[in-house]
């Protein structure tokens, strides 16, 4: 392939980048009105181990963050650069979490909207509109629009996503460290089968949640 070529398609793969992160702001087009468009998201509804988190992302209206997409798309090394493009281009971002014995006490739904709602309140600027992912958060006073898949179809909720969900693996990362034999390194709380046969073998740690591991110990 010559030189020529190979421009010809990297600017080729730019372009269809650059499409698809379009189309992924059309919910933010529909809101012409609203200067501050925050998108909210939450992390770690699943695992037998860790916090549940929330991020909550005010991206300015003319950003382009190329390659950002839901979380779950994207590799653990993409997410980190994503993760520093997106804090420094925000116009306000932050991460909010509900711990464990939280979670225990008033259910995991309950514990994510929790997360959700101090996520947005500890943002240094209020939206005028919340665009988040699959629910309606209940106790706020800001207009919302839920979005079924919204951290595929939304770059707001997918900025959130991807703070989210690198700060709790970053947190789980730590916790490996003081809990060894888990695997939270590698399973980030999840219940894989590693995770499992620890369980039963060694019992709970501290960030487990009881609810959720009562048929391993």
Not at 122 to 147: F, W, Y
Request: neutral net charge; glycine residues 6%; proline residues 6%.
């Amino acid at each position: 392939m010559t030189g020529e070529e190979k421009e010809k398609r990297a600017a080729e793969r730019l372009r269809s980048e650059r499409e698809r992160l379009y189309a992924m702001a059309a919910y933010e087009r529909m809101h012409p009105e609203c200067t501050y468009i925050c998108g909210v998201d939450e992390v770690g509804r699943g695992p037998f181990a860790g916090p549940v988190m929330a991020g909550a992302v005010i991206l300015p209206r003319d950003c382009e963050i190329l390659y950002l997409n839901d979380s779950k798309k994207l590799s653990p090394k993409k997410r980190a650069a994503l993760y520093d493009e997106i804090t420094e281009k925000a116009v306000a971002w932050s991460v909010a979490r509900v711990e464990p014995a939280r979670i225990d006490e008033i259910n995991i739904l309950q514990a994510t909207f929790e997360a959700m709602r101090e996520a947005v309140s500890k943002l240094s600027i209020r939206p005028d509109i919340i665009l988040v992912d699959a629910v309606r958060i209940p106790g706020l006073d800001i207009p919302q629009e839920p979005i079924i898949k919204g951290d595929a179809k939304s770059v707001s909720i997918a900025a959130a996503s991807v703070v989210a969900k690198v700060t709790r693996d970053r947190v789980m990362e730590e916790y490996a460290k003081e809990y060894p034999g888990y695997g939270f390194e590698r399973n980030m709380g999840y219940g894989t089968a590693e995770h499992r046969e620890a369980l039963k073998t060694m019992g709970p740690v501290p960030i487990h949640r009881r609810s959720f591991i009562h048929s391993y110990v």
